[in-house]
């Protein structure tokens, strides 16, 4: 973006754990979550297993977004239902200089 203004707010979260665990708690409320995401303006949304846990990246519009999710009753319920604990749980927060979204053609068979 050229006004000044960032063109997003990223979030990154790393939660530590039995990887296989925490990925079978991440499936049965992922619906729960996406729909945390969708009402605070979540632009993307990825979930990668790590030797050590899970890390999800987070691309929100605005940081307003992010900290509005994150005291959303769904999310904190679900945070308690995992019993995720703050020595699990890593947070990085960046404003991003630069976003670039690229076109994609669709995937051709054959």
Same mark, same amino acid.
């Given at each position: 973006? &050229?006004?000044?203004?960032? @063109? #997003?707010?990223?979030t ?16 049965? =409320?992922? /619906?729960?979550?996406? #729909?945390?995401?969708?009402? &605070? #303006? ?7 297993? =790590? ?15 992010s ?5 959303? @009753?769904?999310?904190?319920? =679900?945070?308690? /239902?995992?019993?995720?604990?703050? +020595?699990?749980?890593q &947070?990085e &927060?960046? +404003? ?9 053609? @669709?995937?051709?068979?054959?």
């Amino acid at each position: 973006m &050229h006004d000044g203004q960032s @063109p #997003g707010y990223l979030t990154l979260a790393r939660i530590g754990g039995d990887p296989a665990e925490l990925l079978a708690g991440y499936r049965r =409320t992922s /619906e729960r979550m996406d #729909g945390v995401g969708r009402d &605070h #303006g979540l632009i993307l949304h990825a979930m990668a297993q =790590t030797g050590d846990g899970l890390l999800v990246i987070n691309l929100w519009p605005s940081r307003a977004g992010s900290e509005s999710a994150a005291r959303d @009753p769904r999310r904190l319920a =679900t945070v308690r /239902e995992h019993e995720l604990g703050p +020595e699990q749980l890593q &947070h990085e &927060h960046h +404003e991003l200089a630069n976003l670039v979204l690229f076109d994609r053609e @669709p995937a051709r068979v054959g």
